[in-house]
């Protein structure tokens, strides 16, 4: 009993020290925070003792910060354009467009530069302080003071918000969702109405609301996913027709015909050693040419030319999403912990300062160490372990030091900005994922049945025999799993959601009764989940690409269930964002990151795949040798692929039979077995170098960034440069410059996001309103102690009152 009490007495000590340095903590980054600038207030929920802490800056804040960063702000208004060519195609045909909708308060476009304190007359909306800067813009700025307010000795990393969220310190983070008065709609609600709704789903995203209410870097997942699912409609309709002409055309196939026939009947060697002999006919029903015909070859080239297309042509729709986004010369700031343990400063020529910076020695050296690391744990448990010890402990132990050992490595990396450790993290889930995943598919596609012998000398790997396929062709089962993939995994993934949609319901009830005593913005915001980020979605979709890609020649109909997927996997994501998961804050991206290399990695694997899979997987090469060689309408084809059983077999077992494959009565390979494969290996190579010429061809022809954004960036830069020097720039000045001629400046806006149709009439949006006490709360901090919880960093915005204004 003593030491159960010395033990629990032990243990409330460090519970109270830990309590006690997370309260010292806590001070003393409050108090560096306040010594910025911040402007902040703390609330307490007593029933829960919840505390809140409500932040926000004031002017001369955001104006000094927005120049470190060099945020982009508005000079002068600049037309519209629409930004969907199909939406410009039908309005020129003067055609009623089915997708096209009507978003209330479509913000205007705008000329931008970056901002600069001393140049603040010039820029457009700053004489109104409350809706100059956009509430994105505003996170932005108070998140970046968050992450580098230090609340002990910055060398031991006792710095920034994250660390202290990863500590228990504070509980949560967060900006809060908009409101506004009754009579308007703020930006939530528009999004909810026009895009989150399932009625929406044929309608074209509002994209540049997206990026206006959650930043950019949410916006390209959803710019990429749903410029993914309207490529893969054509796919699917030419999955369709291949499919259903080869479905009413199978009944006609003549080696079909041959092996169903009971007169031309043939006796079938044993396919193992303990086997019976069996007849052809027996499987007649699995040799149907659903999955395995001439259909595929012209799939097989139309996917991979799709897939091509599809990069190129989204590298050309990022790079204008960048440019009207604002982010295409966007430069991240360094990461806090980089900042702090770099060992040295360069000189950045963009913008003219010096930045933290790392040798690339260092690099190599984190490299070097991180893989000493990985090869000692893994080999660890071989050396340490018994030989006598079972083997459960054998495999546990090599998983267990695995997994340690990948988690330490990539903690000893040091990267530079967020994208860098962001694309490091995505390419090893990724690499794990891939061999996990597709393992099964490609055991199927290109190894099941190659290596099973001959009777009487069956091929064995570690003394188990390998597997062949029905009637010597694979694909019908790479199909099989296929369909069990695509269709099964998105039943799973929709009870998946009926599951989530239940618990958040629950989870809804819980939160309404709570808010029938108070119902403030911070603790509605508090109550929702947590924001999870994109990498699961992005994995997802990236996983599923390369299932269309890889093995489509198996199954022409991979297209359609990834389509209809997407269709439910963009509303459903769009519900997630905008009403179940705590505001997200807005982060820069200018594109997808390292997932377009990782489709750039498929497509290229995927060229490969089909051109092996059409040549050694399916019947196709071998069947037009037979039609050119010996008769074209393929009677006596199935005679012509089977051999006859070696003269040893025959003497053991006095039996004559026959097995699928190309050899001599001696076992070896027949003159026929390397005609095909000299055939096979030729059409791969011209396969292969057609693809990737029409690629190279189309990049040549369209570069990576249009010409048009190029342009457009430069009239840009000749408008901000001018307009800074007190320079006006006038109609006739810019026609001379074959620019489109401005529009009058909106008086009191700010830079708006949207490159679509302005809406001039429509109401104000709630962000051009005097903020009221409960808008003011758009980050929020909480954590867990022993007697309280802590919660709540408000937004960044300005109130209406005086008092806010540095």
């Given at each position: 009993g003593s030491k159960k009490e010395d033990k629990g007495k032990r243990k409330n000590k460090k519970a109270k020290r830990k309590e006690y340095a997370h309260r010292i903590w806590r001070w003393k980054f409050l108090e560096q925070l306040q010594a910025t600038g911040i402007h902040m207030e703390q609330v307490c929920q007593s029933p829960l003792s919840i505390h809140y802490v409500l932040l926000g800056a004031p002017w001369t804040v955001l104006c000094h910060h927005a120049e470190i960063l060099r945020i982009k702000m508005p000079l002068q208004a600049m037309p519209s354009q629409a930004s969907n060519w199909s939406d410009n195609l039908m309005r020129k045909l003067g055609i009623w467009n089915p997708l096209y909708q009507e978003v209330p308060q479509t913000p205007q476009d705008y000329y931008t530069y970056p901002f600069q304190e001393s140049e603040l007359s010039r820029f457009l909306g700053s004489e109104n302080p409350q809706t100059f800067f956009a509430s994105t813009q505003r996170h932005k700025i108070v998140y970046e003071i968050l992450e580098k307010t230090p609340f002990g000795h910055q060398r031991r990393g006792l710095f920034g918000i994250q660390q202290l969220l990863s500590q228990k310190v504070f509980h949560a983070a967060f900006p809060p969702?908009?409101?506004?008065?009754?009579?308007?709609?703020?930006?939530?609600?528009?999004?909810?109405?026009?895009?989150?709704?399932?009625?929406?789903?044929?309608?074209?995203?509002?994209?540049?609301?997206?990026?206006?209410?959650?930043?950019?870097?949410?916006?390209?997942?959803?710019?990429?996913?749903?410029?993914?699912?309207?490529?893969?409609?054509?796919?699917?309709?030419?999955?369709?027709?291949?499919?259903?002409?080869?479905?009413?055309?199978?009944?006609?196939?003549?080696?079909?015909?041959?092996?169903?026939?009971?007169?031309?009947?043939?006796?079938?060697?044993?396919?193992?050693?303990?086997?019976?002999?069996?007849?052809?006919?027996?499987?007649?029903?699995?040799?149907?040419?659903?999955?395995?015909?001439?259909?595929?070859?012209?799939?097989?080239?139309?996917?991979?030319?799709?897939?091509?297309?599809?990069?190129?042509?989204?590298?050309?729709?990022?790079?204008?999403?960048?440019?009207?986004?604002?982010?295409?010369?966007?430069?991240?700031?360094?990461?806090?912990?980089?900042?702090?343990?770099?060992?040295?400063?360069?000189?950045?020529?963009?913008?003219?300062?010096?930045?933290?910076?790392?040798?690339?020695?260092?690099?190599?050296?984190?490299?070097?160490?991180?893989?000493?690391?990985?090869?000692?744990?893994?080999?660890?448990?071989?050396?340490?372990?018994?030989?006598?010890?079972?083997?459960?402990?054998?495999?546990?132990?090599?998983?267990?030091?695995?997994?340690?050992?990948?988690?330490?490595?990539?903690?000893?990396?040091?990267?530079?900005?967020?994208?860098?450790?962001?694309?490091?993290?995505?390419?090893?889930?990724?690499?794990?994922?891939?061999?996990?995943?597709?393992?099964?598919?490609?055991?199927?596609?290109?190894?099941?049945?190659?290596?099973?012998?001959?009777?009487?000398?069956?091929?064995?790997?570690?003394?188990?025999?390998?597997?062949?396929?029905?009637?010597?062709?694979?694909?019908?089962?790479?199909?099989?799993?296929?369909?069990?993939?695509?269709?099964?995994?998105?039943?799973?993934?929709?009870?998946?959601?009926?599951?989530?949609?239940?618990?958040?319901?629950?989870?809804?009830?819980?939160?309404?009764?709570?808010?029938?005593?108070?119902?403030?913005?911070?603790?509605?915001?508090?109550?929702?989940?947590?924001?999870?980020?994109?990498?699961?979605?992005?994995?997802?979709?990236?996983?599923?690409?390369?299932?269309?890609?890889?093995?489509?020649?198996?199954?022409?109909?991979?297209?359609?269930?990834?389509?209809?997927?997407?269709?439910?996997?963009?509303?459903?994501?769009?519900?997630?964002?905008?009403?179940?998961?705590?505001?997200?804050?807005?982060?820069?991206?200018?594109?997808?990151?390292?997932?377009?290399?990782?489709?750039?990695?498929?497509t290229h694997l995927a060229i490969i795949s089909n051109a092996f899979l059409i040549a050694f997987t399916s019947n196709f090469l071998q069947r037009t040798y037979y039609k050119y060689a010996y008769a074209w309408d393929l009677h006596g084809y199935t005679n012509f692929t089977l051999a006859q059983a070696p003269g040893a077999f025959v003497a053991k077992y006095n039996h004559t039979c026959r097995y699928q494959a190309f050899r001599e009565d001696d076992g070896q390979h027949s003159f026929t077995f390397w005609k095909l494969l000299a055939i096979r290996l030729a059409f791969i190579v011209v396969f292969e170098h057609l693809i990737f010429f029409l690629g190279w061809l189309n990049d040549l022809v369209g570069p990576d960034i249009p010409a048009s954004v190029k342009i457009e960036e430069k009239q840009e830069h000749f408008v901000g440069k001018h307009t800074l020097a007190d320079y006006k720039v006038t109609s006739s000045t810019l026609q001379a410059l074959s620019l489109p001629p401005p529009l009058h400046p909106i008086r009191g806006g700010r830079h708006s996001e949207d490159s679509g149709h302005p809406c001039s009439t429509q109401p104000a949006s709630p962000d051009d309103l005097p903020m009221s006490r409960e808008q003011r709360s758009s980050e929020s901090l909480h954590s867990e102690g022993s007697s309280e919880h802590w919660g709540g960093l408000p937004d960044q915005a300005l109130s209406s009152s005086a008092a806010w204004r540095g």
């Open positions: 969702h908009d409101v506004s008065p009754p009579f308007l709609l703020n930006q939530r609600q528009i999004l909810f109405r026009y895009w989150a709704k399932w009625s929406k789903w044929r309608k074209y995203q509002p994209m540049y609301h997206i990026r206006r209410y959650f930043g950019e870097k949410i916006a390209f997942y959803f710019a990429w996913l749903g410029f993914y699912t309207a490529w893969l409609l054509p796919a699917s309709v030419f999955g369709i027709v291949v499919f259903l002409s080869t479905f009413f055309g199978s009944s006609a196939d003549v080696p079909t015909d041959e092996i169903c026939n009971a007169s031309l009947d043939y006796e079938m060697c044993p396919s193992c050693e303990d086997c019976p002999f069996w007849k052809l006919s027996t499987i007649c029903e699995a040799t149907g040419q659903l999955f395995d015909n001439k259909g595929i070859v012209i799939f097989s080239v139309f996917m991979s030319l799709w897939a091509v297309m599809f990069l190129e042509n989204w590298k050309r729709k990022s790079a204008r999403l960048a440019y009207q986004w604002d982010c295409l010369d966007s430069k991240e700031q360094p990461l806090p912990p980089f900042a702090v343990m770099a060992p040295l400063t360069s000189w950045d020529l963009i913008t003219d300062q010096e930045e933290p910076d790392s040798p690339q020695k260092n690099d190599f050296l984190h490299i070097f160490v991180a893989a000493s690391i990985v090869a000692a744990m893994v080999t660890a448990p071989r050396t340490c372990l018994p030989s006598s010890a079972p083997g459960v402990f054998n495999l546990w132990g090599k998983v267990l030091a695995s997994l340690t050992a990948a988690l330490f490595s990539f903690a000893v990396e040091m990267h530079k900005t967020q994208s860098k450790f962001e694309d490091a993290l995505v390419w090893k889930v990724f690499v794990f994922h891939f061999v996990n995943i597709y393992s099964v598919p490609i055991y199927i596609a290109f190894f099941k049945g190659r290596f099973s012998g001959y009777p009487g000398h069956y091929g064995t790997f570690f003394g188990m025999q390998n597997e062949n396929c029905i009637n010597n062709s694979c694909l019908i089962e790479l199909a099989q799993e296929m369909l069990v993939i695509m269709v099964g995994k998105q039943i799973f993934n929709t009870l998946k959601l009926q599951s989530w949609k239940h618990k958040h319901k629950l989870r809804s009830s819980r939160k309404r009764k709570k808010e029938k005593t108070s119902e403030i913005l911070w603790e509605a915001n508090y109550e929702l989940l947590e924001s999870q980020g994109l990498f699961q979605e992005y994995l997802e979709m990236v996983i599923q690409f390369g299932f269309i890609t890889i093995f489509v020649a198996s199954c022409p109909l991979a297209p359609l269930f990834a389509l209809l997927n997407n269709w439910l996997e963009i509303r459903t994501d769009a519900q997630k964002f905008v009403c179940q998961y705590r505001r997200p804050m807005a982060e820069k991206a200018q594109n997808i990151g390292m997932w377009f290399f990782l489709l750039q990695f498929i």
